[in-house]
């Protein structure tokens, strides 16, 4: 089979699909991988890393959509990507066709085939494609936080976690899955007090477990409301696999938070949790609604494209060696990942959109 690796053109996402050495078990099966010339740069593989590999190098995307017959990206295809996809190919990334209604009408109107990263689930429901990236950007949701409660960043100029003599700032997470505990503990490692919003029992149990200083709370409306008021840093990490996120953080809400507070929405991806949710890229990150500072960025890994290319290539290596194969429909997991088959929008979360 012949496999493209595109360079990823939505704003500064600097990902790979694949890394260099994950190119070298493809090759060994017998397959041709292409490179679009560039494509791994920013994530530290040149492109003759990628040459030793077996790996083809060609000069632009026109030449790689022409001659690949399965794609695989990061990010979903932007709309000057679209004209270079064709009905017989298949299209191997994160879609997060749920907050992408145009996206998900273009591609079932070029009659592809293509399996989203994001809704590949394991036997127990987890979704091992998505794990890393999530922790990721559950991470780097208390990074940027804590960036945007600075004051001269517009925020109202509290340390998160305080010291000695100081009140500990106050960070409430919605959801308790990989990027809520990812971010829960990173935040109670630099000393917040950190409250955790959930419905499952179980990850409301682990999440407690990772650090004294993390409360778990069933999601109620009223406590999360409460709880929401008094929060310096409020991180959305709710997902209901395939479909929209839910709306957890109304405008009522935000609107009694104490100015220079921070949302962060990791979220965005499937349409955010937060009800003031918009859409951003890393060239202009934050905006501001009734004075609390919103980031919304929908690509958060994209800004550690070395360490997120390594652990995603190291995710999707297995899918994607069954991929591959001519019975790839007949894997369990795979099935799970197939979003539009055939032109034709397949998941059950998404037969609305189409």
């Known amino acids: 089979m012949r496999i493209g690796i595109p360079k990823e053109v939505k704003t500064l996402e600097a990902r790979v699909g694949l890394i260099a050495p994950a190119c070298s078990a493809l090759v060994a099966q017998g397959h041709e991988v292409f490179l679009e010339m560039g494509a791994g740069l920013a994530s530290g593989y040149p492109d003759t890393d990628y040459i030793r590999q077996g790996v083809q190098i060609v000069p632009d995307a026109q030449s790689l959509y022409m001659i690949s017959e399965l794609i695989v990206k990061v990010k979903e295809p932007q709309p000057q990507e679209w004209p270079l996809l064709r009905a017989e190919q298949r299209l191997f990334c994160y ?44 991470k780097l949701a208390v990074h940027h936080g804590s960036y ?37 503990s990173l ?43 008094q929060a310096d840093l409020v ?11 839910p709306q957890l953080l109304t ?6 938070m104490e100015a220079g507070s921070v949302l962060v929405d990791i979220s965005v991806d499937q349409g955010g949790c937060f009800e003031t949710t918009r859409p951003t890229t890393y060239a202009d990150p934050v905006y501001q609604e009734q004075g609390i500072t919103h980031f919304a960025v929908t690509n958060m890994p994209g800004a550690v494209p070395k360490t997120a290319s390594q652990a995603l290539s190291a ?25 539009i088959h055939a032109g034709q929008c397949v998941h059950p979360a998404l037969l609305s959109l189409t």
Not at 200 to 219: C, M, S, V
Not at 235 to 245: H, M, N, P
Not at 251 to 256: A, G, Y
Not at 315 to 339: V, Y
């Open 235 to 245: 991180i959305g990490a709710v997902l209901v696999t395939g479909a929209r996120a």
């Open 95 to 138: 879609l997060h066709l749920a907050a992408e209604p145009d996206l998900s009408r273009a591609l079932c109107d070029i009659g592809l085939t293509a399996v989203a990263f994001e809704t590949i689930s394991a036997q127990d429901g987890s979704l091992p494609l998505l794990l890393p990236m999530s922790q990721i950007a559950g």
């Open 251 to 256: 405008r009522e809400m935000l609107s009694v």
């Open 315 to 339: 995710a999707i290596l297995p899918s994607l060696l069954q991929l591959t194969q001519d019975d790839w429909q007949q894997n369990p997991m795979l099935k799970t990942g197939i979003n």
């Open 148 to 184: 945007y409660l600075q004051a001269q960043n517009g925020g109202k100029g509290c340390l998160l976690g305080g010291l000695a003599g100081t009140q500990r700032s106050r960070v409430v997470v919605l959801g308790a899955g990989a990027a809520g505990q990812a971010a829960s």
């Open 187 to 229: 935040a109670a490692a630099m000393g917040a007090d950190v409250v955790v919003f959930d419905k499952r029992q179980e990850r409301l149990q682990q999440t407690r477990d990772i650090a004294p200083n993390i409360t778990t709370l069933y999601a109620y409306p009223d406590t999360l409301a409460q709880q929401i008021q």
